[in-house]
């Protein structure tokens, strides 16, 4: 598993903190520790909203990054809104795309910066009728599958799970049958595809993927053509 978090101590989040995002401060509350306060986001100089939030700095998500709650009550508890449940547990990317988009770990400046501002830009959208997310990917396995359809150039999960078991391996042969089940050797058929993600993505990631398609997909395992 990734671990996108650079983890950095608290002396230096206070610190950053207290520059970048001075709504908020760490606290400690029984021995854990925990970012709380006001997330403002703002866009070219002016104050779009506010959100009451916790970023819980030891509790990772899949990429090993902090889980951020929205404790105002602002966002509806509902799956198209991002929200995961009634602790308000955000969603704030789809950790497949994330894992794609960032090679190294990010710092919590970079995650509030990045990330965790376009939730919030979004919500602020979906507040005034824009559809959410903007530009980005469906809620669970749907963005999973379009995720890996636009990075696989298939929207069958099982043929993707397949391509996957191949980009997993350390070592791949062009004679070797390939993953679209075409019948064909992949020198013949998909080896450009493969060729671009395995450039693209290092090994981990590539394994990161397979793993969480399997189970997002548990239908679409396939053993087919494996050499
Ligand atoms: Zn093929």
Not at 37 to 55: D, I, K, P, R, S
Not at 215 to 224: A, C, D, I, L, N
Request: with cysteine.
């Amino acid at each position: 598993m990734p671990n996108l978090w650079r983890g950095e101590t608290d002396d230096e989040i206070r610190a950053a903190l207290e520059v970048r995002y001075p709504s908020l401060r760490l606290a400690r509350p029984e021995n854990r520790r925990v970012i709380m306060g006001a997330f403002n986001v703002q866009h070219t100089g002016h104050f779009l909203g506010g959100f009451q939030v916790e970023v819980l700095l030891d509790v990772p998500d899949e990429l090993g990054l902090p889980t951020v709650r929205e404790v105002g009550g602002r966002i509806p508890r509902m799956p198209e809104r991002h929200i995961n449940d009634k602790f308000g547990t955000a969603c704030l990317y789809l950790p497949e795309d994330l894992a794609v988009r960032v090679r190294e770990p990010l710092g919590i400046i970079e995650f509030l910066d990045g990330p965790v501002r376009n939730f919030f830009l979004g919500q602020i959208g979906a507040e005034m009728g824009t559809p959410f997310p903007l530009g980005e990917w469906g809620h669970g396995a749907d963005g999973v599958k379009e995720m890996l359809t636009q990075l696989l150039g298939s929207d069958d999960v099982g043929t993707c799970v397949a391509f996957l078991e191949l980009l997993s391996r350390k070592v791949i042969k062009a004679h070797w049958p390939c993953p679209c089940g075409s019948g064909r050797s992949l020198r013949d058929c998909h080896d450009g595809v493969v060729r671009r993600v395995r450039q693209r993505l290092p090994l981990t990631t590539r394994r990161f993927l397979l793993e969480r398609a399997r189970k997002h997909f548990p239908e679409g395992q396939t053993t087919r053509n494996r050499p």
